[in-house]
């Protein structure tokens, strides 16, 4: 921290990461003169599990943008694995605040529309690990719709699946941590 703030002047204007928004760093800049703005991550907003961000409506509204631009740029390439994976993802996000929010039925109609992605993609990259990361992402989302549901026996087959594909991502990279705590 010591050494971003002997960088900091006064009348500045800072962006940071929430990751590295410390207190101190924060302070340090104020002190200096300096203004900052926190990048808050996508992923958090509206999530009721984390402090002060549980802007359910603000989270929906961003989220169903982040959709609609990524439906743009899937359309033109539909076999781009990453843009496959990335639309689906944002499905799965939005699948989650609408869960939190009690809106079951849209929760699954987003997350119909995740899987038609999924599913879609051939063979051969459908085993290509940004895809099978998706698909982890996709099963962890309807799992909340599903026990908010108090459907166990879906929830089951849904954490089953989920672990499948965990097993098929760690096998894939045995070396990786990441792939291994999953």
Known sequence: ????????????LWIE??????LGLMFGMARRGAAFVVRQH?????????????DGKGAQASLRKA???REQLHAPSPGDVRRAADLAESHAALARVLTQQGLAADARATLERARSVLDSVPPGPANDKRVLGAWMIYYNALAAVQRAARDMEALRESRRRQVEVAESLAAREPANPDQQRS
Do not use: K, P, S, Y
């Open 67 to 69: 959709v609609a631009l």
């Open 42 to 54: 996508g992923q958090v907003q509206g999530d009721q599990g984390w402090a002060n961000l549980a």
């Open 1 to 12: 921290i010591a050494q971003v703030l002997q960088h900091v002047r006064e009348d500045q």
């Open 17 to 22: 990461d929430r990751n590295f928004c410390t």
